[in-house]
């Protein structure tokens, strides 16, 4: 009986860190391809290519930018990319820096910071900012990934100078 019990929790501990070892690997796989969705998004953004950051998000997915009411829907989403590129706003540099990333089922959620450098009117006098981002992805029945949902906020006090 001890021999039976020893053996069944030798198998199952083989089993346990396997199953650990797999989701290792399909983390350090999916960091690899969010990081390299995030290069395609950042030229995208300086481009001012919106069909491919659109290409990102799911039909039904949620924006929450700083400053403004919540996007629901990539035709909300579009129409602020169009406000924005109407406003004079041009990006000239965008980095994304992923500090984590969690899998869990058909969801995927990304924390990180980000880092850019845009002009609005003025393209002789670029302003930087620096903030935080969370992104929700979650698989299609296609077996690709796309937005659900992404936040962002800046690290800069834009109400600083007023105080």
């Known amino acids: 009986m001890i021999k039976r019990l020893s053996a069944i929790l030798t198998v199952a501990f083989l089993l346990m860190s396997t199953a650990n070892l797999f989701s290792q690997t399909t983390k350090e796989e999916m960091l690899k391809k969010v990081e390299e969705w995030n290069k395609q998004f950042s030229a995208a953004m300086v481009t001012n290519d919106k069909a491919k950051m659109l290409s990102f998000y799911a039909d039904d997915a949620y924006s929450l930018p700083s400053y403004t009411p919540m996007l629901v829907g990539k035709k909300a989403i579009e129409k602020s990319m169009n406000m924005d590129e109407n406003s ?6 965008f980095k994304f820096n992923t500090k ?32 935080k981002y969370l992104t929700i992805y979650q698989r299609q029945k296609d077996g690709s990934w796309k937005i659900k949902a992404d936040m962002w906020n800046t ?6 100078q007023s105080q």
């Open 88 to 93: 004079g706003m041009k990006i000239l540099s």
């Open 100 to 131: 984590d990333l969690w899998i869990t089922g058909d969801q995927m959620c990304e924390v990180g910071t980000y880092d850019l450098s845009m002009t609005v009117d003025d393209p002789g006098n670029p302003t930087k900012d620096h903030g």
């Open 155 to 160: 690290d800069t006090n834009p109400f600083a």
